[in-house]
């Protein structure tokens, strides 16, 4: 059972252009969201955050939407650099705002972006 | 500081061997887990620690074990390996008390045949 779906193995962009990656998820419960980028051979690393009390979360070129009716999220990056290309994780985690999820996080498959010059 | 460090990077293993894999930390986290990625796939949850001394599963916790006596440490046992933990397994960290930002490590190959 995927609780947490990245339906688009890839993206291509070109730079300079915005790339958006998508994420959908079917666990109610869940109350925080974050995406995470990974290079080859090296761990994900934390790139931006969003409650479920906000619809919106910005950090320089990097913009998180979360629609919870749809339960559908999304990562835009404006404009795109070629060093963007990576991997990008949607995750998770339900009971964030009571302390009690224990930062435990469920991830979805992952978006390969590739950033042509 | 270091981060997260995880090792060995890489390691082959033939059905049956055990084998620990390497977590240690040096930012005074007290959350840490440990997950497996199997190709095209997300990352799954084995077992996580809010603590020395407490630990507990995640989704994936069949056919390993985990310990937890420092904070700083946090290492994975596969006491008898078998093809369908060929994986790479990262080991993450976080400040707890729902700052859910984990911060990984490099990730360890393990290949077993």
């Known amino acids: 059972d995927q609780q947490v779906k990245q339906n688009s193995p890839s993206l291509s962009v070109q730079e300079g252009r915005i790339s958006i990656l998508n994420c959908d998820y079917t666990?109610?419960?869940?109350?925080?969201f974050l995406w995470y980028k990974k290079y080859p051979a090296e761990g994900p690393t934390f790139l931006i955050s969003?409650?479920?009390?906000?619809d919106k979360n910005e950090d320089g070129r990097f913009t998180v939407f979360l629609n919870k009716s749809a339960k559908h999220l999304s990562l835009h990056i404006v404009p795109s650099q070629p060093g963007d290309s990576a991997v990008y994780f949607c995750?998770?985690?339900?009971?964030?705002?009571?302390?009690?999820?224990?930062?435990?996080?469920?991830f979805g498959q992952g978006t390969i972006l590739t950033v042509h010059p | 500081n270091a981060g997260v460090t995880q090792t060995p990077k890489f390691r082959i293993l033939k059905i049956g061997q055990s084998m620990t894999l390497q977590c240690a930390q040096d930012?005074?986290?007290?959350?840490m887990y440990w997950y497996r990625q199997d190709p095209g796939m997300g990352l799954k949850l084995i077992y996580y620690?809010?603590?020395?001394?407490?630990?507990d599963k995640g989704e994936v916790p069949n056919g390993y074990n985990v310990s937890r006596s420092t904070t700083e440490d946090f290492p994975l046992r596969l006491e008898l390996a078998a093809p369908s933990q060929t994986s790479v397994y990262f080991c993450?960290?976080?400040?707890?008390?729902?700052?859910?930002?984990?911060?990984f490590g490099p990730g360890t190959r393990l290949l077993v045949l």
């Open positions: 666990n109610s419960m869940f109350d925080y």
């Open positions: 969003i409650s479920s009390i906000k």
């Open positions: 993450a960290s976080s400040k707890g008390q729902g700052g859910e930002t984990q911060y």
């Open positions: 995750a998770a985690s339900a009971g964030h705002a009571g302390g009690t999820s224990y930062g435990k996080l469920t």
């Open positions: 620690s809010v603590g020395a001394g407490i630990t």
């Open positions: 930012m005074n986290h007290n959350y």
